[in-house]
Each structure stands twice: as structure tokens, then as C-alpha cells.
T-cell receptor, first 113, second 114 residues
Framework: GESVGLHLPTLSVQEGDNSIINCAYSNSASDYFIWYKQESGKGPQFIIDIRSNMDKRQGQRVTVLLNKTVKHLSLQIAATQPGDSAVYFCAESSQGGSEKLVFGKGTKLTVNP | EPEVTQTPSHQVTQMGQEVILRCVPISNHLYFYWYRQILGQKVEFLVSFYNNEISEKSEIFDDQFSVERPDGSNFTLKIRSTKLEDSAMYFC????????????FGNGTRLTVT
């Protein structure tokens, strides 16, 4: 069935280090993937998205990698800053767009100064 | 930067009462959504809305739930007879289109049913 899950519930890094947050999905029909950041008391904030016809996409300090063979998605954050501390969710859709996103449980990233 | 706004930020209600959660989506967006997040759990899809009708809904969105766009700016979620298990954060979201358009979320309404 459709499910999106995360390998690690928490990740702690030092300021300036690179962070990698992983996500596994099980629906082979998934064709659109999004990473969201959620700070305490706020709604999910869009970070970056990727379609299944791509395997890598870069944004400002962030890179998303998609491995469809093993149904794995990762978010890389370069030079992690204290402001990056938040819960990160991956989400997927098998309907070609944002409708009916399936979210993972989240990884809490803590950046230590 | 335009944002999705939700009111109230926190709603406390007694079991069996009706609640209406309100949202103002981003003005040029055409697709509207409600998601919920029970404490410590995943964000779950409830319903999507386009062109003044529901386009998709989940099994959570049963007959006690309804959505409405009463005017050109508001988008509401009504829960007719709240249950204890309806306690959650309810997020409204909107997007410009259906494809290549990420969802923009509001900061949520925390609903507490006592």
C-alpha cells in the first residue's frame, strides 16, 4: 500500500556540517516528491520538490536526490545553520502533482552551535 | 511574501459540538486543501477542493466533515459533531495549480476536543 517513512527520527549535527535526511517510500507509482520543513508552532514550509523523471535537483543550500530503483529520497543541506533546526518531512504523490500528498513521519534535525 | 492564514490558532470545544475552522488561501491560488496532524503523528490528507467542489478526499473525511468556499477569499472546514479523536492540528494549504505547484501551508489551528 501507499506509505512514506523515514529511516531516523532524529539527527544532530554541528553548525557548518552538511546534513543528510533520508526517506523511503513504498509506492512505485509515486511520481512527485516534496521536502517540507516544520518549525515549532508553524505549518510545513516548502523546501524543494522533484519529479520522478529526475534523480537530482538543487536549490539554495539544499539538494534532493531520488533513487527510484530502491525507492529512496534524500535531502542534503549544505553548511547547516542553527536556523535549519526543525522537523523535516518528505511527502509523495502518485497523481502527478501536489494533490493528496502522503507524508512521512518526520526527522527532527538539531543543529548544535 | 503572500501566505495562507488560518483562524483561530487554537480552538477548544466540547465533544458533540460543531466547529468551523477558517482559512484564507493565497489569493491567486486555485487549489485548496485541508490536512491534519495528530500530535506526534504524520500529516494526513483530508480533502482537496477545486472549482467550488471537492476533487479528492480521504477515508478520514467522512460525513461529519464538510468544506466550503463561501466567498472569494475564505475556505472553511466544518466538523459537525466533534469527537475526542478529532483533536489535532488542522492545516489549510493552497497551490496555484495541480502539477508543478507545491502546497503552501498555513500555521494551523490546534483543535482540542474535551
Amino acid at each position: 500500500g501507499e506509505s512514506v517513512g523515514l529511516h531516523l527520527p532524529t539527527l544532530s549535527v554541528q553548525e557548518g556540517d552538511n546534513s543528510i535526511i533520508n526517506c523511503a517510500y513504498s509506492n512505485s507509482a509515486s511520481d512527485y516528491f516534496i521536502w517540507y520543513k516544520q518549525e515549532s508552532g508553524k505549518g510545513p514550509q516548502f523546501i524543494i520538490d522533484i519529479r520522478s523523471n529526475m534523480d537530482k535537483r538543487q536549490g539554495q543550500r539544499v539538494t534532493v536526490l531520488l533513487n527510484k530503483t530502491v525507492k529512496h529520497l534524500s535531502l542534503q543541506i549544505a553548511a547547516t545553520q542553527p536556523g535549519d533546526s526543525a522537523v523535516y518531512f518528505c511527502a509523495e504523490s502518485s497523481q502527478g502533482g501536489s494533490e493528496k500528498l502522503v507524508f512521512g513521519k518526520g526527522t527532527k534535525l538539531t543543529v548544535n552551535p | 511574501e503572500p501566505e495562507v492564514t488560518q483562524t483561530p490558532s487554537h480552538q477548544v470545544t466540547q465533544m458533540g459540538q460543531e466547529v468551523i475552522l477558517r482559512c484564507v488561501p493565497i489569493s491567486n491560488h486555485l487549489y485548496f486543501y485541508w490536512y491534519r496532524q495528530i500530535l506526534g503523528q504524520k500529516v494526513e490528507f483530508l480533502v482537496s477542493f477545486y472549482n467550488n467542489e471537492i476533487s479528492e478526499k480521504s477515508e478520514i473525511f467522512d460525513d461529519q466533515f464538510s468544506v466550503e468556499r463561501p466567498d472569494g477569499s475564505n475556505f472553511t472546514l466544518k466538523i459537525r459533531s466533534t469527537k475526542l479523536e478529532d483533536s489535532a492540528m488542522y492545516f489549510c494549504a493552497s497551490s496555484e495549480g495541480r502539477t508543478d505547484s507545491p502546497l503552501h501551508f498555513g500555521n494551523g489551528t490546534r483543535l482540542t476536543v474535551t
